[in-house]
Each structure stands twice: as structure tokens, then as C-alpha cells.
């Protein structure tokens, strides 16, 4: 990069407010009156979707906000100063602004140094990336504060801001990279010229005594470093580079959390893997063949056109099927348990992984269809509009004739009675995207029932959850999956019902949006997170080609064919049954899940005690694709059973870690939690006494060893090895070291 590249941040226009959420102005920051203009606001550093700051909404960012408020000492020699930073940070460029508690009491702590400093990073898009570089420099330099690394964080700006900007030619990812490299300061072959010595040094000095300690050894290394300076910096001069680090060190080692050099090297001396992540799971690959052939050829190109794993397209051409048979079909499994053809999907998969691209292949037959029908009903919906306005008309003038004696309040409550049985012309809209429970109420009424949510975003969870609103009527989620009966009541109009509704959603969304989503009592308490089909496929990012095979126009054309033949046949609630073949398989599975829902199926009993229902509706789908014009003359045969049970078996396995993922896995969850704690405390080692002292999740040992085992499992910790004899007596208690891969993580799943 060159010197002075812009840091850019967004403001709001209000300063102060902690409930806003929008900050649409871009600010560029080169020097210090560009600084000073941007903390006049609140702030935040990452650009957001529609600039509405949140988690899910993170686009992009080349600035890195960290809080310094040294609130681990009362000593104000041992506080860390913006000269502190200058020090550590020689080349990087940031920005400096002390916050509006600085010099001031905060709570329980007196006035002291407190600001914020905002980095120059090369711009991320990723957000677990982004997340991931604060807890690196978090683990470099614990002094900063260890409670602000999301990436929705926002600063809030002062009157008169008072900031220090500090130019260089290094963004931080590059600083750390730099400094993480043990070469950095051992590499003895590399010649330090004329211009950049003390600057050097005064990078490796820090390197060195931070791994080393204030030690005899840790300033031979660094004089050994030395000896490359060309031509040789002064003795007294290295001496005060030296002293300089020194006193450093001295404020380093009073941090919180802080890993003495010996605790640190004797983890790092452990032989350590790679940690797995968390949410890395086995997981089988969607079973094309067991779709119909033209569904099936269709994915396959998709996916070989897009690049992308083979499940998306599958579980979406499902969804979309699903959306085209709503409302039209049911299924049968006996005489009285029916289900309907609508199905909630979700794809779960990281950022630029092409779920909207993919979406938008399968979907465009039924926006064409949709088109299309409208533009046929076009003359209809005019001449509908024509209609209700006579009758208004009417209805208006016989209110007047009645008020002057003129005509019978009977012939009013007629004419209004026959505007209430008119059924207008209306257009066809077969979904949408993420809207409110109640406009996606008013779809389905104005839909016949039928409606769907068809989006590669995650926001109608947020919708869903109330973060928008506090009055969220679930419910038309609930009963538009069961169909069970939607009373709508409206102040100053009629009260509808909606009798069958059949909604379908097919949602492709980011993992982290369905993080936690257990803890949501709106969510799994109501019984939602339940009712979804998840799919993970496995990520091509990183084996992708660039020449790829186009979508041969036949397979699209037969694609687009069976859409329409699906959308424009059919009937209101036609029953679909299964023969004698396909009932059996039902059967069997029926006793197999039921077996297993107190057994290892019991974490995910809400989910699976619907599995079955769900396998029947997937048989329905299949049986239209087979026989779009007639689905309801033929019964569901023994192999379309087969096949709906492998699609189904395989949406088993992916909901166990969809349920693992929103924390379900109670080891799991308090695994990651446990590890939070560890790396907030930047822990080397630690007994089980100090395991129970540290995490309050686990309430006795017995419940905290298999969170223990499991970290061990997954190679975050290991048992420290001690060498017999223990001496007299048993063996001690296990001591555990921590995996050093952890500092450097965002979330203590690997590496960074």
C-alpha cells in the first residue's frame, strides 16, 4: 500500500445515541482534520447492508476500531499511552481518539487515559476474517479491551474531538503476519540498511523481549540482530532501544490475561495439531439420483455451471417445486394423518459462496410464470378496479339517499353485502422476500393461501425474532407450515380467515445467522427452528474452475416445461395417496424414528418427532415431478418412498449439526464457551480446580470432563504429560495446556 491510504468509516447524523442503527456517510481518513470530521459523529467501521449496522449486514471494511481503557490498574504509570502506541504501532497507519470518558470516572474506576484507535487494514469482506484479526491483536497486545470485538462494534464521537493521526505504509493484517513469523527477529542473514535501523530494531526489541522476557538471552538475541544494521547503529543507541522495551515489558506483564514467557513457551513446546473447527462436520452430499431425471439433470448443470456444491441446487429445486404445488396438493400416509406439499428449506453456507446466483436459476420459471399469468390478467384486473368502484359509488349514494329518507338502510347493507362477495381480479404473486408477518398475512389472503418467502439473506430471521419489532405475530409462520386455520382481525375492517394456508420458505443464509438461534425461545420454544429442512453443503471455494459448462438450453427448457405444467395444473387440495409398496417403507421408518427419540436423536426431538411428516410431504413433491398433469390419478409408488426416505435420511444428517450449530450440542455449546473464557483469561495451563473457577456452565466436574475431553478431542487442549514416579500416593490431577493456535484465533476454532 502507499502512505496515507484512506481509513474509511460511516457516520450517522446524531452523536450520542446508542439506539441508532444507520450510518450512511462515508468518511475517508487521511489526516487529521478528516479525523476530527468523522469523530464528530458516531461511527462505525465497516460498511453495512442498506447502512444498517448488524452482524449479518457486514459487507466490507479497510478500518479496525480497538478501545484502550486501562482499567487494569489504578497506577497511571502503568497505563498504556497513545505514545505507548506510537511505539508498537511504528508503521502502521491509524487514528487516535480519546473517547468521551476520557480523563473522566467511569462507574467504579477514576479518571484515566481512555481512547479508541481505529487501523488501517487491506479491506475484508469476510466477517469471521475481520472478527478473527481483532482477536490477533488482541492476543499480541492484551491491553485492549477484550469485550469489543464483534464487527457491528460503533464508536460514539465527541463535540470536539480530540484525536492524533498517525500516518505509515503498513496495515495491521501485514504488521501481524510480520510479527507472527518467528523468522522476524531470528532471521540473522537479513541486512537492516541505513533509514529504517531504529525503527527496525525497535519492531524486533518488542518481538523478542515479549517471547523472551526481560532476560540476558533476549537482549543477546537482539544485539544479534543488531549486528545486521548497515552501516552498525550506535552501542548507546541500542542501548536506549533496549531501555525502551524494557519499560514496555514492564506495563506488558501487568496486563490481565497476560502468558509469562515460560507459560507460553512451555505450551508452544507441546507438538500441537491444527484445531478442528466446531462446525466442521462428515456430511453426506445431496443424493441427486434420487430425483426425477429432468429435476436431476437440471442441478447437475447448475451446479457444474455455477461451480457450486450439488446441494444447493437440489434442496432448492425442492423448495421450488414445493412453492408450485402449495395450496393444491395434500398427501395422504393413512386415513387420518394427511400432509401438505409445502416445505421450509434452508441452505446454510458462508459468504461468496453464489447462494443468490443459484436461487435465481431455479427460481426464474416461476418468476416467468408469474409474469406472464399477470400480463393475462391484466384486462381482468382493470376491469375488476372498474367494477368495485361502481359498487362504492353505489354504496356511497345509497348512504346519502338513506340519510334524506330516500332509500331503506336494507338497500344499503345489500349493496354493501354484495361488495363483501365480489371477488376482484388479482394479481398472481407467488412470493417474496423477507417481509413482515403481517404484509406476508395479507399475501396469502390476497393469494388464495398460497404464498412463499424466497431469499439468499437472513433477514427474515431477524424479522421473525423481533428485532425490528416487538409485535411479531408468529403464528402465520406456524400455521402457514400446517396449514391449520389464519383468523386475521383489522380495526375498521372485516375479519378474514385464511382456511388452508400453505406458505413455503426456501432460504439460503450465512451460518452465523442461525447462531443461537436455540437460545431464542421465539424460535425453537415455539417450535420453528423444528419445522425447517437444513441442508450444509460442503464449500467448492478454492477448487473452482473458470471455464465451466453452460446449462444446455434442452435441460433448461425441460426444467422451465415442468415448472409451468406444475404452476398452471392442479386443483385446490387435491388428495395424493400412496400404494400398498409406499406405505410399508413409511411404516418402517416411522418405528425406526420412533425408537430413537429418546435415544440419539433425543437433542434434536423436536426436529426429528416431524421428521416422518416431513419424509411423506418430500414423497409428494417427487411423485408431482414424476407426474406433473396427473399426480393426484396415481398413487405414490414403493421406490419414490425409497427415495424420499434417502433424500430425507440425508436431511437428518445435516439438521444434527444445523442443531449443533445453533447451539443444541450442550457439550459443544459449553465447549465454546469454555474456550471463551479461556481465551479472555489468555490461559497456557490450568487445573480442573481452575477449569471449575473459571467456566460456571458446568456445575460439577462430572459435568465439565466431557467439555474437557472434547476440547482435547478437537485439539485445543492436551493433558500435560508428567513423567513417573508421582511419589507416594496417586497420580496428580490432570493439568491441561492450552493449544497457542487459541490466542491467535477469533474463535478459538483454528488458527487465523
Given amino acids: 500500500m502507499t502512505e496515507n491510504k484512506p481509513i474509511t468509516v460511516y457516520t450517522a447524523d446524531c452523536i450520542g445515541n446508542a439506539a441508532n442503527c444507520l450510518y450512511p456517510d462515508e468518511v475517508n481518513i487521511t489526516d487529521e482534520s478528516t479525523a476530527k470530521l468523522a469523530f464528530s459523529k458516531d461511527m462505525v467501521c465497516a460498511k453495512y447492508k442498506n447502512s444498517h449496522r448488524s452482524t449479518p449486514n457486514f459487507e466490507i471494511s479497510n478500518a479496525l476500531p480497538m478501545d484502550c481503557d486501562n482499567d487494569h490498574s489504578d497506577i497511571s504509570a502503568d497505563w498504556i499511552a497513545p505514545e505507548d502506541i506510537a511505539e508498537f504501532f511504528v508503521d502502521v497507519p491509524y487514528v487516535l481518539h480519546f473517547s468521551r470518558h476520557h480523563m473522566k470516572p467511569k462507574g467504579e474506576k477514576s479518571a484515566r487515559l481512555r481512547f479508541h484507535i481505529v487501523f488501517l487494514i487491506d479491506p475484508e469482506r469476510n466477517m469471521d476474517r ?16 477484550a469485550n469489543a470485538m464483534d464487527a457491528a462494534r460503533f464508536l460514539f464521537g465527541t463535540e470536539n474531538p480530540q484525536v492524533i493521526y498517525h500516518p505509515g505504509s503498513i496495515p495491521l493484517n501485514a504488521f501481524l503476519d510480520e510479527r507472527e513469523n518467528e523468522q522476524a527477529f531470528a532471521d540473522l542473514g537479513r541486512t537492516i540498511p541505513e533509514g529504517s535501523r531504529n525503527n527496525t530494531m525497535s519492531q524486533i526489541g518488542a518481538r523478542i523481549i515479549k517471547r523472551y522476557g526481560d532476560t540476558p538471552e533476549a537482549k543477546n538475541l537482539f544485539l544479534q540482530a543488531a549486528e545486521q544494521c548497515t552501516p552498525p547503529l550506535d552501542e548507546q543507541e541500542l542501548e536506549n532501544i533496549w531501555a525502551g522495551k524494557q519499560k514496555l515489558y514492564a506495563k506488558m506483564r501487568k496486563q490481565p490475561g497476560y502468558i509469562l514467557p515460560d507459560a507460553y513457551n512451555a505450551a508452544d513446546a507441546v507438538v500441537w495439531d491444527t484445531p478442528l473447527p466446531f462446525d466442521e462436520y462428515d456430511l453426506p452430499a445431496f443424493p441427486t439420483d434420487a430425483l426425477p431425471e429432468t429435476i436431476r439433470r437440471y442441478v447437475l448443470a447448475v451446479a457444474e455451471s455455477t461451480q457450486t456444491p450439488v446441494d444447493m441446487a437440489a434442496v432448492e429445486a425442492l423448495g421450488i417445486v414445493s412453492l408450485c404445488c402449495q395450496g393444491k396438493y395434500f398427501i395422504r400416509g393413512n386415513a387420518d394423518w394427511a400432509e401438505p406439499l409445502n416445505t421450509y428449506m434452508v441452505v446454510i453456507m458462508e459468504p461468496a459462496e453464489r447462494k443468490s446466483s443459484v436461487l435465481s436459476m431455479m427460481i426464474r420459471p416461476v418468476e416467468e410464470y408469474e409474469k406472464g399469468e399477470n400480463s393475462r390478467r391484466n384486462v381482468g384486473i382493470i376491469e375488476s378496479q372498474m367494477v368495485l ?15 334524506k329518507g330516500k332509500a331503506t338502510e336494507e338497500e344499503v347493507r345489500a349493496k354493501a353485502a354484495e361488495i363483501a362477495k365480489y371477488e ?31 431469499s439468499a439473506e437472513g433477514g427474515i430471521f431477524d424479522i421473525i425474532s423481533g428485532l425490528y419489532s416487538r409485535n411479531v405475530n408468529i403464528d402465520v409462520f406456524l400455521k402457514g407450515h400446517s396449514g391449520d386455520t389464519i383468523r386475521v382481525d383489522r380495526i375498521g375492517r372485516a375479519s378474514e380467515s385464511i382456511i388452508h394456508p400453505a406458505l413455503t420458505m426456501m432460504l439460503a443464509v450465512q451460518p452465523e445467522v442461525l447462531n443461537g438461534l436455540m437460545s431464542n425461545n421465539t424460535f425453537r420454544g415455539r417450535g420453528l427452528t423444528a419445522r425447517f429442512l437444513y441442508s450444509m453443503p ?10 465451466t459448462k453452460p446449462i444446455p438450453e434442452g435441460v433448461r427448457a425441460r426444467y422451465q416445461a415442468l415448472i409451468e405444467t406444475i404452476l398452471s395444473g392442479g386443483n385446490e387440495q387435491e388428495p395424493i395417496s400412496l400404494d400398498d409398496g409406499a406405505r410399508e417403507v413409511l411404516e418402517d421408518l416411522f418405528n425406526e424414528i420412533e425408537g430413537r427419540l429418546k435415544g440419539d436423536l433425543a437433542e434434536i426431538s423436536d426436529w426429528a418427532g416431524k421428521f416422518v411428516g416431513a419424509v411423506l410431504r418430500i414423497s409428494g413433491i417427487l411423485h408431482v415431478m414424476k407426474y406433473p398433469k396427473d399426480s393426484m390419478f396415481d398413487a405414490v409408488d414403493r421406490e419414490t418412498m425409497e427415495h424420499a426416505v434417502t433424500i430425507g435420511r440425508y436431511f437428518l444428517a445435516h439438521a444434527k449439526a444445523a442443531y449443533s450449530l445453533m447451539g443444541a450440542d450442550a457439550v459443544n455449546k459449553n465447549a465454546r464457551l469454555f474456550l471463551a473464557a479461556v481465551k479472555r483469561k489468555r490461559l497456557a495451563e490450568f487445573s480442573r480446580r481452575d477449569a471449575m473457577r473459571l467456566y460456571r456452565g458446568c456445575k460439577t466436574v462430572e459435568s465439565l470432563q466431557p467439555v474437557l475431553d472434547r476440547l482435547c478431542e478437537y485439539g485445543y487442549l492436551a493433558v500435560k504429560p508428567v513423567p513417573p514416579p508421582y511419589g507416594p500416593g496417586r497420580k496428580p490431577s490432570d493439568t491441561y495446556l492450552v493449544n497457542p493456535a487459541v490466542w491467535e484465533s477469533a474463535d478459538g476454532e483454528g488458527r487465523s
Fill in 130 to 145: 475481520y472478527t478473527a484479526l481483532k482477536q490477533r491483536l488482541l492476543a499480541a497486545f492484551p491491553f485492549f479491551d
Fill in 424 to 454: 376482484p381480479v388479482k394479481p398472481l404473486r407467488l412470493f417474496v422476500d423477507d417481509v413482515t408477518s403481517e404484509k406476508l398475512t395479507s399475501v396469502l389472503a390476497e393469494n388464495k393461501g398460497r404464498a412463499a418467502v424466497v
Fill in 389 to 403: 368502484s361502481r359498487l362504492e359509488k353505489e354504496k356511497r349514494s345509497l348512504v346519502e339517499r338513506a340519510s
Fill in 538 to 547: 460442503k464449500s467448492t471455494v478454492g477448487s473452482r474452475s473458470f471455464s
